[in-house]
């Protein structure tokens, strides 16, 4: 078996079981992947419930490749939009494809709005670009980081790195509470992974570890 057989073996095994519709998406992650040479590596975290962090964020391209990716794995991801987007007659192919409406105007504010989701879900998984736009930012959006404190849920690293075509899981953690600890091992995490325009790639940090 050569070892691009090996790899797709392991990774199959390593699934979780799907019904038929589970199984077109995967072919259809697959398909994509090797039309652009790419490859998956690692695994999402044994929790049912958990903020993805989709970085680096640099270019329109990481969105497809985030999805195919999550349709390998067998995950269905959900994100956040502004809630006027989901009205009729949109709003219900939104919901299906993973949209999350949220209220930026309300008194209560985006995470605590967030935080009520997770509580009332009980399989829920975030996908969140902190760095917040395509361009280059000084500082990350610390939405994702309280939203994990608050509802006593993980955070996993997901990646895009265009150097080695490759497309994941990283590490996973429950945060401490420490914004300066708990993002030095993000920082640890993604210092070899390589957006696909590298001049937009932007700094790893919170104003709060300042």
């Known amino acids: 078996m050569t070892p691009r057989r090996k790899h797709y073996a392991t990774v199959a095994r390593q699934m979780p079981a799907r ?23 690692g695994q999402p975290p044994n929790s049912k419930k958990y903020i993805l962090i989709a970085e680096p964020h640099t270019s329109n391209w990481d969105l497809p490749f985030m999805l195919f990716a999550a349709y390998i794995y067998g995950i269905k991801l959900s994100w956040m939009a502004k809630h006027t987007l989901f009205r009729k007659p949109f709003g219900f192919l939104l919901r299906y494809l993973g949209g999350i409406p949220v209220n930026r105007t309300s008194a209560r504010g985006v995470v605590a709005q967030m935080v009520d989701r997770f509580r009332q ?14 361009g280059r930012v000084n500082y990350w959006k610390s939405g994702f980081y309280r939203m994990a404190c608050e509802a006593r849920i993980p955070i996993t690293c997901g990646f895009l790195d265009y150097a080695n075509k490759i497309a994941g899981f990283g590490c996973s953690f429950m945060p401490t509470g420490n914004p300066a600890r708990d993002m030095q091992k993000i920082r640890d995490f993604y210092r070899d992974k390589t957006g696909k325009n590298t001049a937009n790639m932007s700094p790893i940090r919170l104003q709060q570890e300042e």
């Open 121 to 134: 879900s009980e399989q829920l998984i975030v996908a969140i670009s902190p760095s917040g736009t395509r």
């Open 19 to 41: 019904n038929h519709s589970g199984w077109i998406s995967y072919w259809l992650g697959r398909l994509w992947m090797a039309l652009f040479g790419w490859k998956v590596a």
